[in-house]
């Protein structure tokens, strides 16, 4: 069921895209629209991976730097049946950590020094394993794209104002500052909807990779309570990347709304709660 509505919803964001690029120029427009979107989408899935944790300086880690970690990522990899991914370290006081690579061949996983001084060797595997849920679902390859295409429909409403008065534009002055101001706000809640989906998913095959649903609770509750009060500033200057994180790394956090890239983290931890109550906990 998650992965039949992340569909759809991608499918929903592409549809909209094109429908944007019809209005502002006919088929035309529309052909064009499809071109940016490819291209992008082309660039994103080779080179996103780099950018983002080059945009929260993370550093690789190995066995000689990082022992107990690599180790830990290596052995819950196993048990997930993915390649060994890339282990990256985030030196930054918030506990933290993303899942990131175009497939699970060029996966990697980065933890921040705040999440390692914070949990448990137990809670810390727990969240290793929900990020390496999101590599065996390729949620990061769905969520690249889904900003993607946000993004560039936001790009897409920009030049409407100054390329979309031509004769093939069916829409009008009035119809095109609508779709300035609407089209972004749709592509947002689409895309903000899709990574709270994935989330959900990301702890429920975490607690099968890991098998102790309680221990990623925990962490959570640990990692909210803390992340309340220590900022991001990696996160805050790039938040086109919060989505990525296992709790969003920005401040003002909100409930589970159209506007969160997160679903609330009391939601999360009552259905990790009755995972670890059931007779069978991950599933």
Known sequence: ??????????????????????????????????????GLNVFSWWNADKLVLRL????????????????MVGILARHAGLPMPAVYLVEADQPNAFATGRNPQHGAVAVTTGLIALLSYEELAEVVAHELAHIKNRDTLTM???ATLAGAL????????????????????????????????????????????REYAADRIGAQICGR??????????????AARTPNPRAEQNPATAHLFIINPLTGRGLDSLFSTHPDIASRIARLRAMAASKNPAQ
Do not use: C
């Open 56 to 71: 929260q300086n993370a550093h690789p880690v190995d066995a000689a730097s990082a022992p107990e970690l690599v180790e």
């Open 154 to 197: 936001g790009m897409l409403a920009n030049f409407a104002l100054f390329f979309g008065r031509g004769r093939d534009n069916p829409l009008g002055l009035l119809g095109t500052l609508a779709l300035m101001i609407l089209a972004p706000i749709a592509a947002m809640l689409v895309q903000m909807a899709i990574s709270r989906n």
């Open 1 to 38: 069921m998650n992965y039949a509505r992340t569909a759809v919803l991608l499918a929903a964001l592409g549809g909209l895209f094109l429908a944007a690029g019809y209005a502002l120029g006919g088929q035309t427009g529309m052909i064009i629209a499809l071109a940016v979107a490819l």
């Open 144 to 146: 690249t794209l889904a």
């Open 213 to 226: 649903p309680a221990w990623l609770a925990d962490a959570l509750e640990k990692m909210q309570r803390v």
